[in-house]
């Protein structure tokens, strides 16, 4: 296949109806579209030009991933999400089916995203300075997130915590919280939380927070 300013990995399964390097009518520095070995791209999917994308990378049907975003190894992303432009999205990531990703949005390495997680960035919509002072929220590693979570601006969740289905998140978490709730709570942290089948007593058991090596 050809495709203008595109760079593609080795071993690319490319679908029908797939547009590579759509370009975008903002100006940007870079429109070359850069994906590593190994991608999946399946029917109906738009990647903008301007970004750069690790190996092994998947979509489901019709996802669109936006220009100027750097991301990294094994992203995985399912059928109707939207990365929007400007993100930096770690390695080993998963994101589900109807998602919404806002421009400037930092997620770390292992993430995970349930259905219908909804990423604000505007703290002022309509405001003729809101362009000027957009910022998504920085997820840190290992973080779960659950289905239709709305996680707010200038949010930072710390790392491994668990974000409940429906949960608003409106303030920075502490890494290691669980959250439910609107607006999202802390109602303990992960290491107290039991496996209601009986198949573990902790399902985080083997995670490590930052503080506790020692």
């Known amino acids: ?9 080795r071993d690319a399964q490319i679908d029908d109806c797939v547009k590579l390097g759509y370009r975008t009518g903002r100006k940007i520095a870079d429109h070359t579209l850069r994906i590593g070995d190994g991608a999946c791209i399946r029917f109906g999917s738009v990647i903008y030009g ?65 259905p219908g997680v909804t990423i604000a960035n505007d703290i002022h919509p309509g405001c003729e300075f809101s362009a000027d002072c957009m910022k998504g929220p920085h997820i840190e590693q290992g973080v779960q ?31 290691g919280s669980v959250v439910v709730g609107n607006p999202g709570r802390v109602i303990c942290g992960i290491h107290d939380l039991k496996c209601e089948t009986g198949l573990t007593d902790s399902p985080y058991a083997h995670i490590l927070l930052h503080g506790e090596e020692g």
């Open 1 to 9: 296949m050809d495709y203008k300013d595109v760079i593609l990995g």
């Open 50 to 114: 301007g970004s750069v994308i690790g190996n092994g990378f998947a979509t489901g049907h019709n996802v669109t991933i936006r220009e100027e975003n750097q991301i990294g190894d094994n992203f995985n992303v399912w059928n109707c999400t939207t990365i929007d432009y400007g993100c930096k999205i770690g390695n080993n990531i998963k994101i589900h089916c109807n998602c919404y990703v806002a421009q400037f949005t930092v997620i770390e390495d292992n993430a995970f995203m349930a």
């Open 145 to 175: 997130i659950g289905v239709n979570v709305t996680i707010l601006p200038f949010v930072r969740i710390g790392a491994h915590s668990v974000i409940g289905s429906g949960a608003v998140v409106t303030k920075d978490i502490p890494a």
